[in-house]
């Protein structure tokens, strides 16, 4: 394949891109001119411009831990960050060196790049198809990128792609005063990508849009639990933070108790984003997501778990169905169709209508959301 093949693999996946959302024109051009396939070598070139993550590592046990990002969600976060040139950036987790490349195309040959990953391997990786790729200029660091890049800040721009926990107190001092981060946040197991800018006492977003990322590893890890609850066909429990779940196999072989909460959603019920997942992040204590092979084909769900059983919410189009598991299902079931009621009631609140406050000390006021982190106070608040 050809230099005039693989554009027009990239022109069409930037036309596709376009189709389905908003994609600004620097970023779109970054796109066009950054061949995406020297970063995934051994991947077909048609597969390397389909809109769709590559998983590029796994660990021991089988799962992913490092990947090349969709490129939708790439181009969302990097319309975020809203990079211009001559900017210094500071990325977190390095990947392929893909995003790297384009944010180098964004700052132009006046700016700098750096990227920091904790892995050495996917460092060297990171570096050898950036230099294939014509972009050696970028700085790829062996470090732990919670303690950022002390050396070339302050940067203009911060951005993470990984999923991380809270917000590094180095991210937020290595940023310049005027800066803007943009991460993938964790709010009780629900991600969102959060454009960040220093407000008065605070950190506030100014943009917050859907996403799902592999999460931070290292002493900055989250509390995200993940439970195995089968292994053929494979089913995977996620929890906000560690707890008891019993046998979870077992109260799902049991009959489930249905009910109708008569709220017509035509997603799928934990679609990243789907303001129902965040209501009940946000709302429920005992939330959980179940993904994997959920009836004929593979998916993912929200739902409750608690004593005695679990309750999912039915993927289907048409109305939410609440389906109770195991002997506590039915109250369970109960509880969770309240809190779909309880959202549709509120106007469907979604992630794009949540505004994020970030406190470095006590959260003024009431009457929001507050997630208590390491390092910082979420307070939220839907528009």
């Known amino acids: 394949m050809g230099p005039m093949e693989f554009a027009a693999l990239r022109e069409g996946m930037v036309a596709a891109l376009r189709e389905r959302g908003h994609v600004g024109e620097p970023v779109a051009a970054a796109l066009l001119a950054v061949p995406r396939h020297l970063f995934v070598p051994g991947v077909d070139p048609e597969d390397a411009y389909r809109d769709q993550p590559i998983v590029t590592k796994r660990d021991e046990a089988g799962r992913p831990i490092s990947s090349s990002s969709q490129p939708a969600i790439m181009a969302t976060m990097l319309d975020q960050l809203g990079v211009l040139p001559g900017h210094r950036v500071l990325e977190i987790g390095a990947g392929t060196g893909y995003n790297a ?14 990227s920091v990953d904790i892995d050495a ?15 050696p200029e970028v700085e790829v660091v062996c470090a732990d990128g919670a ?36 991460v993938p946040l964790d709010l ?24 799902g990322f592999m999460r931070m590893r290292g002493p900055f890890a989250g509390t ?23 046998d979870v196999a077992a109260a799902l072989q049991a009959a489930p108790t249905e009910i109708d909460t008569g709220v ?17 992040a946000l709302h429920e204590p005992r939330w959980c997501a179940l993904s994997g092979r959920l009836g004929p084909g593979y998916g993912a769900t929200a739902g409750i778990l608690g004593d005695g059983g679990i309750a999912l919410l039915a993927v289907q189009e048409g109305p939410l169905v609440a389906r109770g598991h195991g002997p ?22 979604e992630a794009g209508t949540l505004r994020v406050r970030a406190y470095q000390g006590p959260v003024p006021g009431g009457g929001a959301a507050v997630i208590e982190k390491r390092h910082t106070t979420l307070a939220l608040s839907f528009l």
Not at 188 to 211: D, I, L, T, Y
Not at 225 to 243: C, F, H, K, Q
């Open 101 to 114: 490349a384009l944010l180098a195309r964004l700052t132009g040959p006046a700016g700098r790049v750096v």
């Open 121 to 135: 391997d996917v460092v060297a990786r990171a570096r050898n198809h950036l230099a294939a790729a014509g972009t």
């Open 147 to 182: 303690q950022g890049h002390p050396p070339l800040a302050p940067y203009d721009r911060v951005i993470a792609t990984v999923g991380v926990w809270d917000l590094a107190p180095a991210w937020l001092e290595q940023l310049a005063p005027a800066g803007r981060l943009v």
């Open 188 to 211: 009780r197991g629900v991600q969102v990508s959060v454009a960040m800018e220093r407000a008065e006492s605070c950190w506030e977003s100014v943009s917050v849009v859907p996403c």
């Open 224 to 246: 995200e639990a993940i439970v195995t609850v089968r292994r053929d066909p494979e089913l995977t429990l996620t929890l906000p933070e560690p707890r008891e779940v019993g």
């Open 264 to 280: 017509i959603e035509h997603a799928p019920p934990f679609m990243a984003g789907l303001g129902v997942s965040l209501w009940l």
């Open 328 to 349: 506590g299902g039915a109250g369970l079931a109960a509880d969770l169709a309240g809190h779909v009621r309880a959202w549709d009631a509120a106007g469907r609140p």
